[in-house]
């Protein structure tokens, strides 16, 4: 099936969110719709899935006009989404979550009516009569079968893992017979591992001739997977590249100047030990061990990358540094235990902590920028003289802020929820950083975000580092592991696997994430060994052999 | 950045500086959270905008008017003369709407001279008669509203810090036993027994809440379960207390009412002797600017507020998120006290089996309606004395042809309306906005 979008335009009030966007997709490729967040990219989405109704423009597809009023008429014209938060029941099951809206159904010895809209081989006309489980069951796994999208039918959705549940959501869609679908920013919330399996499933979904429009803002990741390339942005398409179009190429289309891909700075000058953390032990949720005994030091004036896939005890262990969780063992900053202190006494002994999710724990929403800019801070002077707050002190160290990191908000009373994620994000770092800190804990720090805003993320975590701060950098995100640490440290299931360099080849520090390194970096026991080198330890490693670095093209087209 | 596909016109293309939000926040009630909130944006072209798009407090009053007319509506029907007319409505159409006319606004201007103003006590007042009679509907109302809005007061507190307070009740039953049991049982000079009394009815019904919040905070109880049961508890030691010579129970009687308590425990008058308005209102205004000032300009009040937004984000930024439960349900139950303590000192009346009344209940309707702000409360709480006193006067006026019952019918419509944004926008052709206040009333039963 072949799609065409021709000039289509949306404005929301004054602001031209889409501006006489052409785009096809040709049967069986993969498009990639490349932008910065806020660019226009998920209304253009919105307007093809009938979500959004487009002032000017038409939508084709075979050559013929279609009129896309509704997620109905997009479904029926073939046109699939997967949106970036999933829409499932999590209390159903994978079977019963698939098959909601259009569920099999027996009826009492009547012959099955195969009429209306939703109508396809796979399923029956939604109408009274007992639920088929069985035929909703066997349907999920015939699709799972043949795109090798491995799911548990009878699995409740709140008990898979983000990645499994986005599988969920594209069988939905294949089950309603998709011939194209759209992924609304698909690896926002996976893991490595999972993005490959996920490029993986996309790959046997375009060899069965489907097509799909990936929507991304992940350079590697279009590169990686599509077919072609179109850059949006400010709501026009600006570029229609190949996917072996050049990184920097890329990035400045999408940004409209240049820009730069891994922050510059200089080599680390580690003086004293800010942080140490011993034999220190996290329970997770059902009473496991999420973190089990580590011990790390980190030094003032040098950044410590906690590299890992998602889940392997990372977002317990920085809860816990902050309090937010119980945990055994030692945390002494500057000298003093911290162990037994507060989340509040811990902030004021000099903690800046960006957490791993923004939108749940670093901002709330529904308040102005201004007073997202005190959250932790609102009791301390200037903003507070005993219990009375002082509002002006707060708006004018707001209207500051806003200003020396540039978020753009069209004003300090804006709802903090309004702004686009790369703009909360750096509203949660301009309070974390504008004040003297000792330490600075950042969790996955530009998750989500776009490549200006991670630029500037980067910049000023870097700018803390030389500023004397001993900074812990929690990320997935390998390129970010290697733009910012001074030194790695690699968690696999909840322990420290190894302490390695920045110059470790990527091969060995994903070997290490995988869990093999568990016994491979006992084996170099000199300079990676469990037994905790400390920084200058690290220091002495000798550069980088030339075969173990690799060129990030290379890692592309794998 | 989150996409979620409404299938509303807002479906929030996140450009950075996107207006539209500031026109409807400045639009909204005066009274809006934050400290650094400023006052001068109203201009015109933003009123107007706020009303297009129906703020929040547009809705409110189309809300009243709306239920306005569908009472209305009620009164015909229980009129036997417009009924009549109206069955003979095609022989004579001028005379059945005639009929409707004055039947609908009879009782609503009863209502208004009742409650609120009535013109003929100005044309007496300007040939010699009391002046103090022109104030006696406001005065009425106000001692009416007196108890809603801190009972009212007591539901808001507690929803800005995200939780929800059932409770109302039972705290003010903790409040009146004391109130009274203070009241009757010392001897104190004037003023002294008063504040003692009052500051009693306070700790008795803080207590109660105190006690809410450290079962949330230290169990993880829902705070919705435990009041309501509480509630219980409360009504049966009340009865238990008043049915026991030793305990509350007035002396030579066998019915369940306390004694009367001391004249110097009463508070005084304001406008009159009962049913007009006393120090209770001054308590009441007092609380209510109180309680606004805690919330827009403390750090507590910013601790409740965030707790309430966002639990998470608070306990991240280093709030202590139970303290702030536990604490705001003492504040909430000490004015649901503070509420008894306007009934027992301030009427004249003795704390009977029954005396609670609906004053917990209204005050969750009083805390809705007013979208639980300070402000709101009280605007609210007068809304729902001037609808009780008007009704009383109604039924009087049109000799029960429209019973007093029309007013809780009024109530009902009107929480009713306002609890269903989408309805009065569609009715009144406004458009959308993005959040209205009682989508978060209803977020806020998540706890």
Redesign the interface.
């Given at each position: 099936m072949k799609l065409e979008l021709r000039g289509i335009t949306k404005r929301f009030g004054s602001l031209v969110a889409n501006d006489h966007i052409d785009l096809v997709v040709q049967p069986g490729k993969i498009v990639a719709l490349l932008g910065e967040n806020g660019a226009g990219k998920t209304t253009l989405m919105n307007v093809l899935y009938g979500l959004v109704q487009p002032d000017e423009g038409e939508i084709l597809v075979n050559d013929e006009p279609v009129h896309i009023r509704s997620p109905k008429d997009a479904i029926s014209a073939g046109v699939g989404m997967v949106h970036q938060h999933f829409m499932l029941v999590p209390v159903f099951t994978v079977a019963e979550n698939v098959t909601l809206g259009a569920e099999p159904v027996r009826r009492f010895g009547l012959p099955e009516l195969n009429l209306g809209p939703l109508h396809s081989p796979r399923l029956s006309v939604p109408s009274p009569g007992l639920l088929d489980r069985r035929r909703a069951r066997a349907s999920v796994e015939e699709l799972s079968q043949r795109f090798g999208l491995r799911v548990d039918p009878d699995a409740y959705v709140e008990d898979l893992p983000v990645g499994v549940q986005q599988r969920v959501e594209i069988i939905k869609a294949l089950l309603r017979d998709a011939s194209i679908l759209i992924l609304d920013e698909p690896t926002a919330v996976l893991t490595p591992g999972e993005t490959e399996d996920l490029f993986q499933i996309m790959g046997q979904l375009r060899d069965s001739g489907r097509s799909i429009v990936f929507i991304s803002h992940k350079l590697k990741e279009v590169q990686a997977i599509a077919d072609s390339i179109t850059v949006i942005r400010r709501g026009k398409v600006v570029a229609e590249r190949p996917p072996s179009t050049s990184d920097a190429e890329l990035a400045a289309l999408m940004v409209g100047r240049s820009v730069q891909l891994r922050v510059s700075k200089e080599t680390a000058r580690p003086a004293g030990v800010v942080l140490a953390v011993s034999d220190f032990s996290v329970p997770g949720e059902h009473g496991e061990l999420a973190v089990q005994s580590i011990s790390f030091d980190v030094r003032a004036g040098e950044i410590l990358g906690i590299a890992g896939v998602q889940g392997n005890g990372q977002t317990e262990l920085c809860e816990a540094l902050m309090g937010l969780r119980p945990s055994t063992g030692s945390i002494v900053l500057d000298g003093t235990d911290i162990s037994a202190a507060s989340t509040r006494d811990r902030l004021r002994a000099g903690i800046g902590y960006i957490p791993e999710d923004r939108q749940e724990d670093g901002l709330v929403g529904g308040f102005s920028v201004a007073d997202n800019l005190i959250l932790d801070v609102y009791d301390r002077p200037p903003y507070a003289a005993g219990i009375a707050m002082k509002p002006d002190a707060v708006r004018k160290a707001a209207l500051h802020l806003v200003n020396e990191y540039d978020v753009r908000t069209s004003s300090v009373l804006t709802a903090a929820g309004t702004l686009s994620g790369g703009n909360q994000q750096k509203v949660v770092v301009a309070r974390e950083l504008s004040r003297p800190n000792k330490l600075m804990l950042a969790s996955q720090p530009t998750r989500g975000l776009d490549v200006g805003s991670i630029e500037f993320v980067h910049s000023e975590i870097v700018k803390q580092r030389d500023r004397g701060v001993a900074v812990v950098i929690v990320s997935s995100e390998l390129d970010e592991i290697y733009a910012l640490s001074d030194r790695i440290a690699v968690m696999y299931e909840g322990k420290i696997v190894g302490f390695c360099s920045p110059d470790v080849a990527e091969q060995e520090l994903g070997l290490l994430m995988a869990g093999a390194g568990a016994g491979a970096a006992e084996q170099r026991g000199d300079d990676a060994g469990p037994h905790l080198p400390t920084a200058d330890e690290i220091l002495e490693i000798p550069g980088p052999s030339a075969d173990h670095a690799q060129p990030p093209a290379e890692e592309a087209e794998k | 950045?989150?996409?979620?596909?409404v299938?509303g016109p807002?479906?929030?293309?996140?450009?950075?500086?996107?207006?539209?939000?500031?026109a409807t926040?400045a639009g909204g009630p005066a009274e809006t959270p934050?400290?650094?909130?400023?006052r001068s944006r109203l201009t015109g072209a933003v009123l107007i905008q706020a009303i297009t798009h129906g703020s929040s407090t547009v809705i409110t009053i189309l809300a009243i008017f709306l239920a306005l007319v569908v009472g209305g509506v009620l009164i015909v029907f229980s009129d036997p003369v417009v009924t009549r007319a109206w069955s003979s409505f095609f022989a004579n159409p001028g005379y059945a709407l005639a009929q409707t006319w004055d039947a609908v606004s009879f009782a609503y201007s009863q209502m208004f001279e009742g409650a609120i103003l009535n013109p003929a006590t100005i044309s007496a007042a300007a040939h010699g008669g009391s002046i103090a009679a022109i104030f006696y509907p406001l005065s009425s109302t106000c001692a009416q509203a007196t108890p809603l809005i801190l009972t009212g007061l007591s539901v808001a507190i507690a929803f800005r810090a995200g939780l929800f307070n059932i409770g109302a009740a039972g705290q003010w039953v903790g409040g009146a036993i004391v109130a009274t049991w203070l009241g009757f049982g010392l001897s104190l000079p004037p003023v002294i027994h008063i504040i003692v009394c009052v500051l009693g009815a306070f700790v008795g019904g803080a207590v109660i809440g105190w006690f809410v919040g450290l079962l949330k905070a230290k169990t993880g109880a829902h705070e919705v379960i435990v009041t309501i049961m509480l509630n219980y508890v409360m009504y049966d030691l009340l009865q238990y207390l008043l049915s026991h010579q030793s305990m509350l129970q007035q002396p030579h009687q066998t019915n369940q009412v306390a004694p009367f308590i001391a004249d110097n425990a009463n508070l005084g008058h304001v406008g009159g002797p009962p049913p007009q308005a006393g120090v209770g209102f001054l308590i009441a205004v007092a609380a209510a600017l109180g309680v606004a000032w805690l919330l827009s300009?403390?750090?507590?009040?910013?601790?409740f507020?965030?707790v309430g937004?966002?639990p998470?984000?608070?306990?991240?930024?280093?709030?202590?998120v139970e303290r702030s439960w536990i604490l705001v349900m003492l504040l909430a139950g000490g004015l649901a006290g503070l509420s008894a303590a306007t009934v027992i000192q301030g009427t004249g009346t003795q704390l009977t089996f029954n005396s609670y009344g609906t004053y917990g209940p209204d005050g969750i309707t009083v805390a809705l309606l007013g979208r639980a702000k300070p402000l709101g409360v009280v605007l609210a709480g007068l809304l729902f004395g001037a609808l009780h006193v008007g009704g009383t006067f109604v039924e009087a006026a049109t000799l029960g042809q429209v019973p007093a019952d029309i007013v809780q019918v009024l109530e009902g419509l009107i929480v009713l309306f306002v609890a269903a944004p989408a309805l009065i926008r569609a009715v009144f052709r406004l458009r959308a906005t993005a959040?209205t206040g009682m989508e978060?009333a209803a977020k806020g039963w998540n706890g």
């Open positions: - | 950045m989150s996409d979620i596909p299938a807002e479906p929030a293309p996140a450009a950075p500086g996107t207006p539209a939000t500031p926040e934050g400290p650094a909130t400023s300009r403390t750090t507590t009040g910013f601790q507020r965030t937004a966002s998470s984000a608070a306990r991240t930024a280093g709030i202590k959040g978060a």
